[in-house]
């Protein structure tokens, strides 16, 4: 089957979890699965470029036969050969590359041209994105309640405190109602400007700050809402949070709530320790619905 030369056009970003496609291409992979690949699609892709939220639970229709989709990832094709997760060989935007969700199945017998109603677990989907809007939340707050342990001007998040999160992350890895985030406080972000001088003792003070912060915002019940370029896979999309004070605008490709009153309490538990030299501070944020 011809491979596709234009993005996939992705659904989730408005929340959709169903939709009619039409299948493009499909190919065995070396461990015996199918990767199928539609015009269109509501399932939203784990990108290894930054695999922070994973990929939804869904199923592919067609007539009486149904297939889980085992995973969904982000893969890339110039047309002769398709190139999933790791393995893509160049960057979002290339020249002469189609970037695609790519659906694994146990099994096919879609041929091109097929329509298919692919459906999204609900349930994962609303926890998961609970989850990355709490994580957002919560990395504004920390960048708030560490404001005053920068020594030189850095650059600023969407509420104009220094980056903290943007310029120390590690890892950030989105769960069902939860996230953790990962911070390497090494060489790089101490010559940046950032001082560890007497953080562990302040530690339980600096988790405080961010808690009463994230009270104060979840009780807004703000509008949530992801704003976007275009439809396909690689357009920019943009996380956006109706704050009393501020309209918080942040690049993400993530799937969201509509609104922070959904969340129920938003808390976080930080901790500080060794790894061969390097201290790390771990960000555990839950949203208890």
């Not at 199928?36 to 994973?54: F, R, Y």
């Not at 990929?55 to 889980?68: K, S």
């Amino acid at each position: 089957m011809t491979l596709p030369t234009e993005d996939t056009r992705v659904l989730y970003p408005s929340g959709a979890i169903d939709t009619q496609a039409t299948v493009l291409h499909s190919e065995p992979l070396s461990d015996g699965r199918v990767a199928v690949l539609l015009d269109a699609t509501c399932v939203h892709p784990v990108d290894a470029g930054w695999p922070d939220q994973g990929p939804d639970l869904a199923l592919l229709h067609h007539g009486a036969a149904f297939w889980p989709v085992e995973d969904c990832i982000v893969g890339a094709t110039d047309g002769s050969a398709l190139y999933i997760g790791d393995d893509i060989p160049v960057a979002k935007g290339t020249p002469g590359w189609a970037f695609v969700v790519v659906h694994v199945v146990d099994a096919t017998g879609l041929n091109a041209g097929d329509t298919v109603t692919v459906e999204v677990d609900e349930g994962l989907r609303d926890a998961t994105s609970a989850g990355h809007t709490s994580c957002h939340l919560a990395s504004l707050a920390l960048n708030d309640a560490l404001a005053g342990r920068w020594k030189k001007e850095v650059r600023t998040d969407a509420l104009g405190a220094p980056d903290f999160d943007g310029l120390a992350i590690d890892e950030s890895l989105i769960g069902p109602n939860a996230s953790v985030d990962t911070y390497r406080l090494g060489k790089s972000v101490r010559k940046k400007g950032f001082s560890v001088d007497g953080l562990a003792e302040a530690l339980a003070s600096v988790e405080a700050t961010v808690n009463a912060s994230l009270a104060g915002w979840v009780g807004t019940q703000a509008e949530v809402r992801i704003d976007r370029d275009g439809y396909l896979l690689t357009d920019r999309r943009y996380w956006v949070c109706e704050l009393p004070d501020a309209s918080v605008r942040i690049p993400c490709g993530g799937t969201h709530v509509t609104s922070l009153g959904t969340l129920g309490a938003v808390t976080v538990t930080l901790t500080l320790h060794d790894l061969d030299g390097t201290d790390i501070l771990t960000m555990n944020t839950s949203a208890t619905r």
